[in-house]
């Protein structure tokens, strides 16, 4: 399917991949809108591929509305929502403040939910919802619990949605490595990959609107990998993320460099 002319409407749009997938499909011929909590920001994004920029706190049923709202009486009836807002709070589970890490919940997961629950009743038919989940929820690992557990939810809730909803509504979730965006700031890559770049899961989002998939692992190349990890014995799965240095990436990090991301959470 043709990207050009629909409506889409992508959440935490203001900057990395949210940002970056509203200028790839923009110049795909989509009218887009994003929603942030910095409003500003996302205005100012917005301005840059002729989009709409809107405040939107995901975490507030109230607000996602009124964003919907916004968005259908600017641009028309909604095509496609990209829920793609997300925070990371890393760090051992007993040393990180618990309201931080609960807080991913709200954003991660209740977050998802309620964009998917808003829009719904509102989408043309042949819609689209695209939940950016991560390899986290397949692959976790030490320092990031909470964080993987959000990401697996939204991945088990964009496979159980899309069997409730198709064929009127489909449902697809975006699996992204490292990327290279502001919740990797202070952290190591893993020494099998490299980071990716936002562009590249903008890429895998366009690709799902052409052609519907229910998965996208980005970069591709780690769809087996992460099939092949839940199926590896423990002790090989312990072995492997302390030779890789998946096991301290989010344990051993520079808080200094990280400061600045964590305060905006």
Same mark, same amino acid.
């Given at each position: 399917m043709s990207v ?6 992508i959440t935490?749009?203001?900057? &990395?991949i949210?940002?970056?997938?509203a200028r ?5 011929g ?5 929603g942030d909590l910095?409003?500003t ?8 591929y002729g989009?709409l920029g809107l405040k939107?706190?995901?975490s507030?049923?109230?607000s996602?509305a ?5 968005v259908?009486?600017? $641009? ?8 793609n807002a997300g925070i +990371?709070v890393?760090?051992r ?5 618990l309201?931080?890490?609960l807080?991913q919940?709200?954003?991660?997961l209740?977050?998802?939910i309620l964009?998917c ?5 509102r ?5 689209q919802?695209?939940?950016i989940a ?6 976790? =690992?030490p &320092?990031?619990a909470?964080?993987?557990a959000t990401?697996?939810?939204? $991945?088990? $809730? ?5 069997a409730?909803?198709?064929p009127r ?6 699996l992204?490595a490292?990327?290279n965006t502001?919740?990797?700031d202070g952290t190591?890559?893993?020494?099998l990959?490299?980071?990716i770049?936002?562009e ?5 989002v366009v690709?799902?609107?052409?052609k519907?998939?229910p998965?996208?692992?980005?970069p591709p190349? $780690?769809?087996?990998s ?5 199926? +590896?014995p423990?002790r090989?799965r ?5 030779? =890789?240095g +998946?096991?301290?990436m ?16």
């Amino acid at each position: 399917m043709s990207v050009s002319g629909k409506v889409i409407a992508i959440t935490g749009g203001a900057q &990395g991949i949210g940002a970056a997938t509203a200028r790839a499909l923009s110049s795909a011929g989509a009218k887009v809108a994003v929603g942030d909590l910095d409003a500003t920001l996302a205005a100012e994004s917005a301005r840059t591929y002729g989009g709409l920029g809107l405040k939107l706190d995901v975490s507030d049923a109230a607000s996602f509305a009124a964003f919907l709202d916004q968005v259908e009486e600017q $641009l028309g009836g909604i095509d496609v929502l990209v829920n793609n807002a997300g925070i +990371m709070v890393i760090g051992r589970m007993l040393e990180t403040p618990l309201d931080a890490q609960l807080k991913q919940l709200d954003v991660n997961l209740r977050g998802v939910i309620l964009g998917c629950h808003a829009v719904v009743p509102r989408m043309r038919p042949g819609g689209q919802i695209i939940n950016i989940a991560s390899l986290a929820g397949k692959i976790p =690992t030490p &320092g990031s619990a909470v964080y993987s557990a959000t990401k697996a939810g939204v $991945l088990a $809730l964009s496979e159980a949605l899309d069997a409730e909803l198709a064929p009127r509504v489909r449902v697809s979730a975006v699996l992204p490595a490292f990327t290279n965006t502001r919740l990797i700031d202070g952290t190591t890559t893993p020494r099998l990959t490299s980071a990716i770049a936002p562009e590249q899961v903008a890429d895998a989002v366009v690709g799902l609107i052409e052609k519907y998939k229910p998965i996208a692992t980005v970069p591709p190349s $780690l769809a087996v990998s992460s099939v092949q990890w839940g199926l +590896m014995p423990q002790r090989l799965r312990r072995w492997m993320g302390n030779k =890789t240095g +998946m096991n301290t990436m989010f344990t051993e990090y520079d808080h200094a460099a990280r400061a600045a991301y964590e305060k905006s959470t």
